[in-house]
């Protein structure tokens, strides 16, 4: 029975470890192989290993791109998300304590948009307008109000899960002790949800990172290019330098990969806690 169990789960492991590498680790070598190859090895797209590895050269040639527009897309990416996340974080968790510590119609209201926030997609075309109409169409903080309103109900969602877990009884001694509703939820509250913050400051920096479509729509212009449209330099119809693109997605996948790899068990730790405890 033992060799049996032994057997069935080394199996199990072995699958799975077949899967991750067919999903992930094999895409990953095809991009890295391919940005190590000349121009016209990329451009047969096969997996194979290049000629001569050249991938730190075409790493340097995509940072030199057009006066290093490389590096003005990676600050303007920067900025968005650093921005972004900040405001997320605060007014998601503001909105999180009210919502969880109020029952009445006016909480349920505003519960429901944020569910709805979840479920309806984003309408581009009303959104296009509405900023040409306060005057923030093309601008970075039109974008960071984009972006904002977008992951805010996931934020929402998380952050409320585990207050749900924080006794009502901390607050009630906090107040009788004197501290005002804004101490409250500064100097008690926020400590305790850092784990949940974490969890919302990585999930919502590597999805406000890799946005493709909201800078496309909203954010027109070289000035104003961020890392993920910097991949439209190396693409054309007839003359496409795959090498430079590939090394393109390897430059802007580092900064989500390290932060992921440093904050893994704070995201599953958000995650969990106020699932288990609430």
């Known amino acids: 029975m033992k060799t049996t169990k032994f057997i069935k789960s080394f199996g199990l492991d072995a699958i799975a470890v077949v899967v991750v590498g067919i999903f992930f680790i094999v895409p990953f070598v095809f991009i890295l192989l391919t940005a190590s190859k000349t121009r016209q090895e990329a451009g047969l797209f ?7 590895f050249l991938l730190v050269q075409n790493m340097i040639e995509v940072l030199s791109f057009r006066d290093f527009r490389m590096g003005r897309a990676l600050l303007n990416s920067s900025l968005l998300t650093v921005a972004s996340v900040t405001l997320i974080v605060l007014f998601g968790a503001m909105v999180a304590y009210v919502m969880q510590r109020r029952n009445d119609r006016t909480a349920n209201l505003v519960n429901s948009l944020m569910f709805a926030g979840l479920v309806l997609p984003p309408a581009v075309v009303p959104t296009l307008f509405l900023l040409q109409w306060v005057g923030l169409y093309k601008t970075l903080f039109g974008l960071i109000c984009v972006e904002v309103a977008l992951a805010l109900p996931f ?53 406000i990172y890799n946005d493709f479509s909201n800078p496309l729509y909203f954010l027109p212009g070289d000035a104003n290019v961020t890392a993920q449209l910097t991949l439209f330099s190396f693409m054309s119809q007839f003359n496409s330098q795959w090498n430079l693109l590939f090394a393109d997605v390897i430059i802007i996948t580092i900064p989500p990969l390290i932060l992921f790899m440093f904050f893994q068990r704070q995201i599953v730790s958000g995650m969990t806690s106020g699932a288990v405890k609430g």
């Open 46 to 52: 096969e997996f194979t290993l290049p000629s001569q």
């Open 155 to 207: 934020a929402i969602v998380v952050l409320r899960a585990f207050i749900g877990s924080i006794p009502r009884e901390i607050d009630e001694a906090a107040i009788m002790d004197g501290a005002s509703p804004l101490q409250l939820f500064l100097s008690i509250i926020m400590p305790l949800l850092w784990p949940a913050v974490v969890t919302v400051i990585v999930t919502s920096s590597v999805a």
